[in-house]
Every structure is written in C-alpha cells, then in structure tokens.
C-alpha cells in the first residue's frame, strides 16, 4: 500500500531495505485519492520498533493510508528519544475534533496492574470513548484488547501461572468472515502476555463474538459492533526477532523466563526463529483495512458517526451485503420486466479454491483485474452501474434449482459489461458474478424478440456462471467461454406477459429497455 507517513519516520528507511513499498508525505500529495485516515496510539516501550512492524504490515494493500501517530500528554515513555516524539507524535488534544477511518491500540508492558492503577488510564478511556463516535474501525492489540474489552463490555483479565510466551497454532470459528479471507484452516500467531480472558466471559456478553482461538493460547480475536472493535490479544504484527529480543532482555535481567514455545528451530535458542506467522498476519491487516475500513467508512469522513449495533443484513448464507453509499440496495428489478419484483444485492460473498463461489470475494478472484483494467476502481462501483442502468436481461443458465438472469449495458467501447442474478426466495436478487465481454465475442442470441433503445447503452453478458448459494458447487466460465444453453430476453411478447409496443412505451417512460 501507498501508506503515507512523515518523510524522516525512521520506519521509512528501514523498511526500504526489505522492500516494503512506503509513500513520503510530499508524493501522497500528487495523488488525486482521498486516502484512509488512521490512527496508530501507540502504547509500546519501543517505540520506532512498533511503528515499523505495524507500518510494514499495513504496507500490503492498494490502498492509500495516511497514518498519524497519537501521543498521551499523561504519560512520557522512557525508552524513544524525547525528539522523536516531539517531531512525530500528535496529543490527543489536537485531535479529538477529528474523524478517523481507523485506529489501531498497540499493547503495553502492563499486565501486572489493575486497569484503573494505570498512570494513563483515564487519558486511554477518553480516546476509548472518543472511537466510538469519530473512528469507523478500532483494533486493539494485546494488553489494549484487554483494556478495551474491560472499558466497553466489563470483561475481567485474569493472570496466568507463567508467561504465554511463543508461536501458536489457532483455528478458525468464522471462517467465511471477511477478517480472514485468504487464511488456512489452521494458522500461526505470536503470544507475549502474563493475562487472559475468559471464554465464558466473552460468551455471556450479548454483541461479543469469538472469530479465533488456541487450544493452547485461548482467545486470539473478539469482534464486537459487527466488526467495527476487533480485539486480538496476541502480536501478528510482530517482526522475526521480536520474541528473541524479549527472551534474552528477560534472560539478562534475571526474570523467570521460558524459551518462547514453537519459535526457534527445533526449539534451540541457538538456532534462529522459525517464521511461520508473517503470511497470516499480512492477511490479517490487509483484510481489516479492505473489509472494515475501507468498505464501510464514509467517502466524506465528516460523517462518520456512532452506527447502532444491530445486526449487519446478511445473506441467505449469513454472509454480510456490501453498502454503498450507505444503503445496500444497488438498484431494483422492476415488475414489469416479468420477474420478481425485488432489490439488487451485491453480498461479500465466498471463493471456494476450486474457483466457485458467488459475490465480490468470486468477482474479486476472476474478474477484478479485468474490471480495474476497463477503468473501474472498484468491483462495487462496477456491479451499482450496472444495477442501476441495465438496459437488457437475458436468461442464463439454471445453477442448481434456480434460474440465472444477466442485466447488460454497453459501454463506450462497445464492450458488453454484466452482472449475473439470481433469487432463492424473492426478496432479493443476489450478485453471483460480473464481467466484460469483449467486442466481438458471441454471448449468444435470445430466444424472442430483444427489446432495446435506440438511445439507451448497450451492456453485455459473457454468460451465466454460478449460483448465490455458497453451499452448492457450480461450474464456472472463462471470460470468452460459451454462452448459456438458452439464454432469452425478458420483456419480449409471451415472457414478461407485455408486447414490444408496451415495452416501447416503458423505454419511453422509464429509459431503460427489459
């Protein structure tokens, strides 16, 4: 990612050297993008170390990001030079009037106290309180996820007999959640803590979900305002040696220390750390920045306000619908087209690995490089034009035990750009799929007479491809494959039950062609 960050932050010149790309304040200028704001509070002893690893993590992904570091005016940190906090820290002061896209709380090295013993502890509830109403996105990391779940929702930390010191392997409970798109079915992540939360604890809270956790570990991360607080009580953003620095800092002061679990080759101090988190951890962020940053704030960010806490409205298969523009109906299937009157829902969808799937997670893997190619910047721009401005629908293949129906515009071009529909039970029509179908490829004739505008653009179909039901497995088309076995146009005389004269006179009226 093009993630904007003072000139002189010591994180830029040493992530240059591992190739991690990062934009200077002065070139972030030249682009004509309204990049993410985030905040990084930043509660870490070493500070330049846990602004690279965060930077570096954040690093991965198209999106633009300009972070500001946040300082507390009630605390001064001990182990960063004094001049680098006057030159890159902002007081929350100076702040607290604005919006955030997104905030990120790192750990501290506190877990012996209680909470309220914390020197800065009513500073932290301030800005606590204050993400609720100015940031779209919170993550809290370690001893802040504990802080924050105790602030919030009451939940207690309790302390552990020794140190959960190392790299452990946890599962997924939500795996079709959009936090962990792209991740295995069992994955790695570091622990450095002396406390816990409770499972039972978390489970009695109404509004608090548990998406992951270690059999060894326990908790790793809780969700709660449907994914606008995520808390991950481990340190996926830790570098390579960050768990050997710890060990040996431990070691050199006497403090009862085990050798970090699964960490090192063969579990051999003399050997070096065994990565085997760095690829999930990517994911992680990358998917937090997309999924509940980016898709979910506000282009205006003014307007970012505290959204009640009921439920995101979810597909047929529990799967969250994308909004834009605040709402998540992208346009509407009229009842004069002879199908089911209903709204046009883009959902998150799922890819499976076989390249089956439905929504944007399928639109994104086959043809999101297709769309941004044609000028699109994103799937969900390309799916509400064309939702909102079809001038055809074909009848696609059947997937399953439902039908398929392409909407069709064409483009300057003469390209025919698609999306595919389909319905379980009528109360909406589900976006399974979406593409461009080149000039000069034969998408197939329908069966009756096509009804068009003269004046009305022309939007094309490469055909039908899956279903919107994630749990059946349906074959998938190229983007010059064949065209559906019988493929019609709505509207025409003994379909829709209206002649072409009547559906003339609706282009007349309504502009658009069925």
């Not at 990084?40 to 170390?49: S, T």
């Not at 406390?195 to 489970?203: A, F, G, N, R, V």
């Not at 009305?456 to 055909?463: L, M, N, R, T, V």
């Not at 010059?480 to 829709?496: C, D, F, H, L, S």
Request: proline fraction near 5%; charged fraction near 25%.
């Amino acid at each position: 990612m093009p993630i904007n960050i003072p000139d002189r932050l010591p994180a830029v010149e040493l992530l240059k050297k591992e190739n991690i790309f990062v934009m200077g304040a002065m070139r972030a200028l030249k682009q004509d993008i309204r990049a993410l704001r985030l905040a990084l509070l930043n509660l870490m002893p070493l500070k330049i170390d846990t602004e690279t690893d965060l930077v570096r993590v954040l690093s991965n992904s198209p999106l633009q990001v300009e972070l500001d570091l946040i300082g507390l005016k009630s605390h001064t940190s001990k182990n960063t030079p004094i001049e680098h906090i006057r030159e890159f820290y902002i007081d929350f002061d100076e702040i607290k009037d604005q919006k955030y896209d997104g905030i990120i709380v790192t750990g501290a090295p506190l877990g012996h106290l209680n909470f309220e013993d914390v020197t800065y502890w009513e500073e932290l509830t301030r800005i606590l309180d204050w993400a609720k109403t100015h940031v779209t996105a919170s993550m809290f990391i370690c001893w802040s996820a504990q802080a924050a779940l105790y602030h919030y929702y009451g939940i207690k930390k309790y302390p552990l007999e020794k140190k959960m010191f190392g790299i452990f392997e946890h599962t997924l409970n939500a795996p079709l959640n959009p936090l962990f798109r792209g991740f295995d079915d069992v994955f790695y992540a570091p622990h450095s803590r002396h406390t816990e939360i409770k499972k039972e604890d978390i489970e009695k809270m109404p509004g608090l979900d548990i998406l992951s956790e270690s059999g060894e570990a326990g908790i790793y991360i809780v969700s709660a305002r449907e994914g606008r607080e995520i808390f991950i009580t481990g340190h996926a953003e830790y570098a390579p040696e960050t768990l050997d620095s710890e060990y040996k800092r431990d070691l050199a002061k006497k403090l009862p220390i085990e050798v970090p679990r699964n960490y090192y080759k063969d579990n051999n101090p003399d050997n070096p750390p065994l990565v085997r988190w760095r690829s999930h951890a990517n994911l992680l962020f990358q998917n937090w920045l997309n999924y509940f940053v980016y898709q979910i704030t506000p282009y205006h960010i003014g307007t970012i306000a505290e959204i009640p806490a009921e439920k995101r409205e979810l597909d047929d298969n529990d799967i969250p619908f994308i909004s834009i523009n605040g709402g998540i109906d992208l346009g509407t299937i009229r009842a004069e087209t002879g199908l089911t009157e209903a709204p046009i829902r883009l959902s998150e969808g799922v890819e499976y690995s076989n390249g089956k799937g439905y929504g944007i997670a399928h639109i994104e893997k086959e043809h999101g490089v297709q769309i941004r190619n044609a000028g699109y910047s994103s799937i969900e721009e390309f799916v509400a034009k064309i939702a909102s401005s079809y001038t055809t629908i074909r009848r696609g293949n059947e997937r399953g035990e439902h039908e398929t129906y392409l909407l069709e515009v064409t483009d300057e071009h003469n390209n025919t750009l698609f999306v595919e529909l389909s319905s379980n039970d009528g109360s909406y029509w589900n976006v399974n799929s979406a593409g461009i179908f080149r000039v000069g490829v034969n998408h197939g004739t329908s069966k009756g007479a096509t009804v068009t505008s003269g004046n009305s653009p022309q939007i094309g179909s490469k055909g039908s491809e899956n279903n919107s039901n994630a749990k059946q497995e349906e074959a998938n088309t190229e983007d010059t494959a064949t065209p559906p076995a019988e493929e019609r146009t709505i509207g025409a005389e003994g379909a829709a039950g209206i002649t072409a004269q009547d559906a003339e006179r609706l282009i007349a009226a309504n502009g658009q062609a069925y």
